[in-house]
C-alpha cells in the first residue's frame, strides 16, 4: 500500500511540474532527495548499529532485567497475557526508557526490536495483537520526562531556555498517551463484539 502511495505521489509531481513549466525544478529536487535519501539511510544505520549493541550490551549486564521490573507495574496493566519475563517485555521495557530520556535516534532500533519480539509472541500472524498495538501508541505518544533531542534543537535554534518546553511536553505526551491507549482498548473491544455478534 505504502509503495502505491509514494508512487502515487511521485507520479503526481511529474505531471504537475509538466504541466506548469517546472520540470526543471522536479528535476533538480529529484537529484537532490536521492543524494539525501543515502545520506539519511548511512545515518540511520549507524545509530541503528550503534543502539543494537547497546541494547546486547543491556541484556548481558542485566540492565533490561532492571528496567522490565522497573516498568512491571505499568507493563502488566498495558501488556496483559505477557510474561513480565519475556524477551518482549525487557525489549518495550528499553523503548520506555529511551522514550522517557527524548532519545529519539536510540527509542528507533529499540522500538524495532520490541515489535519484533512481540511479533514473535503474537498468536494471529498477520494480524496486529493488542500489545503491538498498545506498544504502537506508547511509542508515537511516548511520554517525555527530558525531550532531550527537543531541547537539542531549540538550543542549536539559538533559544536561551531550550528546557522551558517542560510543562507542555510533560501534558501533551500524558494525554496523547491516554487518549491513544483508551482508543486502542475501546476499538478492539468493539472489533471482539462484532466478532461474537457476527
Request: overall charge positive; proline content about 5%; some cysteine.
Amino acid at each position: 500500500m505504502m509503495s502505491g502511495i509514494i508512487g502515487g505521489m511521485i507520479l503526481l509531481s511529474i505531471i504537475t511540474g509538466a504541466v506548469g513549466g517546472n520540470m526543471a525544478a522536479v528535476s533538480t529536487a529529484a537529484m537532490n532527495g536521492c543524494g539525501q535519501a543515502v545520506e539519511l539511510a548511512l545515518s540511520l544505520a549507524g545509530t541503528i548499529c550503534l543502539w543494537s549493541g547497546v541494547m546486547g550490551i543491556a541484556e548481558k549486564s542485566g540492565l533490561t532485567d532492571v528496567l522490565s521490573r522497573m516498568f512491571r507495574p505499568v507493563n502488566r496493566f498495558l501488556f496483559r497475557g505477557l510474561s513480565p519475563d519475556s524477551p518482549a517485555i525487557k525489549a518495550v521495557s528499553m523503548n520506555m526508557a529511551a522514550n522517557l530520556l527524548g532519545l529519539g535516534n536510540a527509542a528507533t532500533p529499540l522500538g524495532l526490536a520490541a515489535m519484533k519480539e512481540l511479533a514473535r509472541e503474537n498468536p494471529e500472524p498477520g494480524t496486529a495483537s493488542q500489545a503491538m498495538v498498545t506498544f504502537v501508541v506508547l511509542n508515537t505518544a511516548s511520554l517525555q520526562i527530558l525531550p532531550t533531542t527537543n531541547a537539542y534543537l531549540r538550543l542549536a535554534a539559538g533559544s536561551k531556555e531550550p528546557m522551558e518546553i517542560l510543562p507542555a511536553v510533560w501534558l501533551a505526551s500524558t494525554v496523547s498517551i491516554c487518549v491513544g491507549v483508551f482508543m486502542s482498548r475501546a476499538l478492539r473491544g468493539r472489533k471482539q463484539r462484532r466478532e461474537l455478534g457476527g
